[in-house]
């Protein structure tokens, strides 16, 4: 016997389909605009996670490993991030420093300074201070 299927099973089908494709082209168009940091994907081992790497990677080595203190504030000073070498310098650990304020960390002479730069420079900017366990 032979396996027809009737318009309704065609078009069926179609919609699945189409649905299927712009499904497939929004997670490209995601991954294309950097939207995506990673993919899951399912293997005979199980899923696998695979992280996907872009221009960033290199910037982001060099942060994590030069020998300079580096950190990402919030405007009240909060340490957003910060890396190993702010670390070492503060002699704390990156658990305790991270989220904790920038204001411990520098002396009382340039505080000021400090403040000020955080109020006038919101958004992207760079400076350094002096450290000063206080």
Do not use: W
Not at 18 to 42: F, H, M
Not at 71 to 100: H, M, P, W
Request: some cysteine; glycine content about 8%; proline content about 1%.
């Amino acid at each position: 016997m032979k396996d027809t299927k009737d318009a309704k099973d065609l078009l069926a089908e179609n919609e699945d389909l189409r649905y299927r494709l712009e499904e497939a082209l929004d997670t490209l168009r995601a991954i294309r605009s950097g939207e995506v940091d990673g993919l899951v994907v399912s293997t005979a081992e199980g899923e696998q996670v695979f992280t996907l790497s872009g221009a960033e990677h290199p910037y982001r080595v060099m942060v994590e490993t030069m020998n300079e203190g580096a950190v990402t504030l919030a405007s009240d000073g909060t340490i957003l991030y910060c890396n190993q070498r702010f670390v070492d310098i503060v002699k704390g650990s990156l658990e305790k420093v991270t989220g904790s304020s920038i204001y411990q960390y520098i002396s009382s002479t340039d505080l000021q300074l400090l403040k000020y730069c955080l109020n006038r420079f919101k958004g992207n900017s760079e400076g350094n201070l002096p450290y000063s366990r206080r």
